[in-house]
Protein backbone atom coordinates (compact mmCIF):
# COMPACT_ATOMS: atom_id res chain seq x y z
CA UNK A 1 0.00 0.00 0.00
CA UNK A 2 1.43 3.44 -0.88
CA UNK A 3 0.41 6.82 0.81
CA UNK A 4 0.37 9.32 -2.03
CA UNK A 5 0.08 13.01 -0.93
CA UNK A 6 -0.94 16.13 -2.41
CA UNK A 7 -0.29 19.26 -0.91
CA UNK A 8 -3.33 22.13 -1.01
CA UNK A 9 -4.24 25.51 1.28
CA UNK A 10 -4.16 24.99 4.83
CA UNK A 11 -8.09 25.64 5.05
CA UNK A 12 -8.92 22.51 3.46
CA UNK A 13 -7.90 18.82 3.47
CA UNK A 14 -4.58 18.07 2.51
CA UNK A 15 -5.33 15.03 -0.21
CA UNK A 16 -4.09 12.55 1.81
CA UNK A 17 -4.76 9.41 -0.44
CA UNK A 18 -4.69 5.94 0.95
CA UNK A 19 -4.64 2.62 -1.75
CA UNK A 20 -3.61 4.32 -5.08
CA UNK A 21 -5.67 1.36 -6.97
CA UNK A 22 -8.86 2.69 -5.37
CA UNK A 23 -8.19 5.91 -6.22
CA UNK A 24 -6.98 5.26 -9.96
CA UNK A 25 -10.82 3.23 -10.75
CA UNK A 26 -12.10 6.90 -10.09
CA UNK A 27 -9.76 9.08 -12.08
CA UNK A 28 -11.08 8.22 -15.76
CA UNK A 29 -12.11 11.86 -17.36
CA UNK A 30 -15.87 12.75 -16.96
CA UNK A 31 -17.73 16.48 -17.18
CA UNK A 32 -15.62 17.12 -13.46
CA UNK A 33 -12.41 17.49 -15.03
CA UNK A 34 -13.43 20.91 -16.59
CA UNK A 35 -12.80 21.83 -13.49
CA UNK A 36 -9.36 23.60 -12.26
CA UNK A 37 -9.76 22.85 -8.75
CA UNK A 38 -12.48 20.36 -8.05
CA UNK A 39 -10.16 18.21 -5.62
CA UNK A 40 -13.08 15.38 -5.05
CA UNK A 41 -12.49 14.59 -8.67
CA UNK A 42 -11.50 10.80 -8.37
CA UNK A 43 -14.41 10.80 -5.97
CA UNK A 44 -17.12 12.05 -8.31
CA UNK A 45 -15.78 9.56 -10.97
CA UNK A 46 -16.40 6.45 -8.66
CA UNK A 47 -19.85 7.86 -7.72
CA UNK A 48 -20.22 7.41 -11.87
CA UNK A 49 -19.64 3.98 -11.31
CA UNK A 50 -21.13 2.96 -8.00
CA UNK A 51 -24.43 0.30 -8.11
CA UNK A 52 -24.83 1.57 -4.39
CA UNK A 53 -23.60 4.64 -2.20
CA UNK A 54 -24.36 4.78 1.36
CA UNK A 55 -23.62 8.81 3.02
CA UNK A 56 -23.04 9.51 6.29
CA UNK A 57 -23.02 13.17 7.65
CA UNK A 58 -22.87 14.53 11.26
CA UNK A 59 -23.05 17.93 10.40
CA UNK A 60 -24.60 19.02 7.10
CA UNK A 61 -27.15 18.06 4.55
CA UNK A 62 -25.39 15.49 2.48
CA UNK A 63 -24.45 16.42 -0.59
CA UNK A 64 -27.12 15.17 -2.94
CA UNK A 65 -29.86 16.87 -1.17
CA UNK A 66 -28.26 20.45 -1.02
CA UNK A 67 -29.62 23.50 -2.58
CA UNK A 68 -26.99 26.19 -4.03
CA UNK A 69 -27.81 28.27 -1.27
CA UNK A 70 -27.14 25.98 1.21
CA UNK A 71 -24.14 24.27 -0.57
CA UNK A 72 -22.61 27.70 -0.62
CA UNK A 73 -23.11 28.22 2.40
CA UNK A 74 -21.26 24.78 3.58
CA UNK A 75 -18.61 25.33 1.44
CA UNK A 76 -17.81 28.97 1.98
CA UNK A 77 -18.20 28.27 6.30
CA UNK A 78 -15.64 25.50 5.81
CA UNK A 79 -13.25 26.67 3.65
CA UNK A 80 -13.35 30.70 4.71
CA UNK A 81 -10.69 31.85 2.66
CA UNK A 82 -11.88 30.22 -0.70
CA UNK A 83 -12.12 32.82 -3.45
CA UNK A 84 -15.08 33.51 -5.38
CA UNK A 85 -14.51 31.95 -8.59
CA UNK A 86 -13.43 28.44 -7.13
CA UNK A 87 -16.76 28.87 -4.82
CA UNK A 88 -19.05 29.17 -7.92
CA UNK A 89 -17.33 26.14 -9.35
CA UNK A 90 -17.54 24.03 -6.64
CA UNK A 91 -21.23 24.81 -5.88
CA UNK A 92 -21.85 24.15 -9.54
CA UNK A 93 -19.92 21.17 -9.45
CA UNK A 94 -22.14 19.87 -6.49
CA UNK A 95 -25.35 20.93 -8.28
CA UNK A 96 -24.53 18.86 -11.26
CA UNK A 97 -23.34 16.13 -8.83
CA UNK A 98 -27.13 15.72 -7.96
CA UNK A 99 -27.81 14.48 -12.42
CA UNK A 100 -26.83 10.69 -11.14
CA UNK A 101 -29.68 11.01 -8.58
CA UNK A 102 -32.00 10.55 -11.52
CA UNK A 103 -30.16 9.00 -14.30
CA UNK A 104 -31.02 5.86 -16.66
CA UNK A 105 -29.59 3.21 -14.52
CA UNK A 106 -29.02 5.63 -11.34
CA UNK A 107 -27.24 3.93 -8.07
CA UNK A 108 -29.36 3.62 -5.03
CA UNK A 109 -28.19 5.91 -2.64
CA UNK A 110 -28.65 5.80 1.30
CA UNK A 111 -28.43 8.90 3.26
CA UNK A 112 -27.78 8.44 6.97
CA UNK A 113 -27.89 11.86 8.76
CA UNK A 114 -27.23 12.98 12.09
CA UNK A 115 -30.01 15.16 13.79
CA UNK A 116 -28.13 17.54 14.56
CA UNK A 117 -27.45 18.86 11.00
CA UNK A 118 -31.14 19.42 10.21
CA UNK A 119 -31.24 21.63 13.21
CA UNK A 120 -27.71 23.74 12.22
CA UNK A 121 -29.16 26.84 10.43
CA UNK A 122 -26.15 26.37 7.89
CA UNK A 123 -27.23 29.77 5.82
CA UNK A 124 -29.93 31.31 7.91
CA UNK A 125 -33.04 30.00 8.76
CA UNK A 126 -34.93 30.48 5.26
CA UNK A 127 -31.54 28.88 3.97
CA UNK A 128 -32.03 25.59 5.84
CA UNK A 129 -36.62 25.70 5.55
CA UNK A 130 -35.47 25.23 1.95
CA UNK A 131 -33.18 22.88 2.45
CA UNK A 132 -35.11 20.39 4.11
CA UNK A 133 -38.39 21.11 2.36
CA UNK A 134 -35.96 19.97 -0.70
CA UNK A 135 -35.16 16.86 1.25
CA UNK A 136 -38.50 15.88 1.65
CA UNK A 137 -38.98 16.14 -2.07
CA UNK A 138 -36.46 14.39 -3.60
CA UNK A 139 -36.97 11.91 -1.04
CA UNK A 140 -40.70 11.50 -1.88
CA UNK A 141 -40.53 11.23 -5.44
CA UNK A 142 -37.17 9.84 -6.17
CA UNK A 143 -37.29 5.88 -5.59
CA UNK A 144 -33.77 5.40 -5.40
CA UNK A 145 -33.17 7.49 -2.51
CA UNK A 146 -33.76 6.43 1.79
CA UNK A 147 -33.00 8.69 4.06
CA UNK A 148 -32.87 7.48 7.74
CA UNK A 149 -32.22 10.61 10.76
CA UNK A 150 -30.47 9.49 13.57
CA UNK A 151 -32.25 11.12 16.26
CA UNK A 152 -30.80 13.28 19.00
CA UNK A 153 -32.35 10.90 21.81
CA UNK A 154 -29.39 8.12 20.65
CA UNK A 155 -27.00 9.88 22.50
CA UNK A 156 -23.08 9.18 21.27
CA UNK A 157 -23.18 6.38 18.56
CA UNK A 158 -20.08 4.67 16.84
CA UNK A 159 -19.69 7.10 13.55
CA UNK A 160 -20.73 9.99 15.05
CA UNK A 161 -17.31 11.87 15.24
CA UNK A 162 -16.69 10.73 11.11
CA UNK A 163 -17.81 11.53 7.88
CA UNK A 164 -17.77 9.05 5.16
CA UNK A 165 -19.02 7.26 2.12
CA UNK A 166 -19.45 3.43 1.28
CA UNK A 167 -19.53 2.70 -2.26
CA UNK A 168 -20.42 -0.65 -3.70
CA UNK A 169 -20.15 -1.50 -7.57
CA UNK A 170 -21.51 -4.07 -9.68
CA UNK A 171 -19.12 -7.52 -10.73
CA UNK A 172 -16.21 -8.16 -8.89
CA UNK A 173 -15.31 -4.69 -7.72
CA UNK A 174 -14.49 -4.31 -3.89
CA UNK A 175 -16.20 -1.96 -1.88
CA UNK A 176 -14.43 1.14 -1.12
CA UNK A 177 -14.95 3.60 1.70
CA UNK A 178 -14.24 7.57 1.50
CA UNK A 179 -13.70 9.49 4.19
CA UNK A 180 -13.52 13.18 4.89
CA UNK A 181 -12.02 15.78 7.49
CA UNK A 182 -9.96 18.21 8.52
CA UNK A 183 -6.40 16.67 7.41
CA UNK A 184 -7.34 14.76 4.62
CA UNK A 185 -9.41 12.61 2.36
CA UNK A 186 -9.17 8.83 2.22
CA UNK A 187 -9.87 6.47 -0.08
CA UNK A 188 -9.99 2.96 1.62
CA UNK A 189 -10.22 -0.43 0.14
CA UNK A 190 -8.72 -2.92 2.42
CA UNK A 191 -11.33 -5.61 3.35
CA UNK A 192 -10.59 -5.19 7.30
CA UNK A 193 -11.13 -1.24 7.19
CA UNK A 194 -14.07 -1.56 4.65
CA UNK A 195 -15.82 -4.22 6.95
CA UNK A 196 -15.51 -1.58 9.95
CA UNK A 197 -17.85 1.21 8.31
CA UNK A 198 -19.82 -1.50 7.11
CA UNK A 199 -20.17 -2.71 10.43
CA UNK A 200 -21.08 0.98 11.80
CA UNK A 201 -23.45 1.33 9.41
CA UNK A 202 -25.06 -2.01 10.72
CA UNK A 203 -25.14 -0.94 14.02
CA UNK A 204 -26.57 2.64 13.63
CA UNK A 205 -29.44 1.58 11.32
CA UNK A 206 -30.40 -0.97 14.01
CA UNK A 207 -34.02 -0.81 14.72
CA UNK A 208 -33.84 2.09 17.92
CA UNK A 209 -31.09 3.63 16.60
CA UNK A 210 -31.83 5.46 13.30
CA UNK A 211 -35.45 6.13 12.45
CA UNK A 212 -36.71 4.19 10.03
CA UNK A 213 -37.33 5.99 6.30
CA UNK A 214 -40.85 7.36 7.11
CA UNK A 215 -40.41 8.41 10.49
CA UNK A 216 -37.35 10.29 9.19
CA UNK A 217 -39.23 12.33 6.70
CA UNK A 218 -41.77 13.09 9.21
CA UNK A 219 -39.27 14.28 11.85
CA UNK A 220 -37.46 16.49 8.74
CA UNK A 221 -40.75 17.72 7.69
CA UNK A 222 -41.22 18.58 11.31
CA UNK A 223 -38.25 20.52 11.94
CA UNK A 224 -38.69 22.36 8.82
CA UNK A 225 -41.68 24.12 9.70
CA UNK A 226 -40.91 24.51 13.35
CA UNK A 227 -40.73 28.20 14.65
CA UNK A 228 -37.83 27.55 16.83
CA UNK A 229 -35.43 26.75 13.84
CA UNK A 230 -33.45 29.81 13.78
Not at 29 to 48: A, M, R, T
Not at 177 to 192: C, K, M, P, S, T
Not at 198 to 224: M, N, T
Request: aromatic share 8%; proline share 5%; hydrophobic share 40%.
Amino acid sequence: MELAVQPVGLSQPTGLVVDDGALARGTYQGWWSEYKDLWISPLIGLQEQASRISVYQSCFVPWMFQTEDYARAVIKGTVPDISDSVLDDRVDARIKRQKLLTRESAPAFLALVDESALHRPVGGSHVMRHQLKKIVEIVSTVENITVQVVPLRVGAYPGLDSTFTLLEFESERSAMVYVENAIGAFYLEQAAIVRRYEDVLEYVLHPGRALDPKSSLDLIHQIGNSPDLS
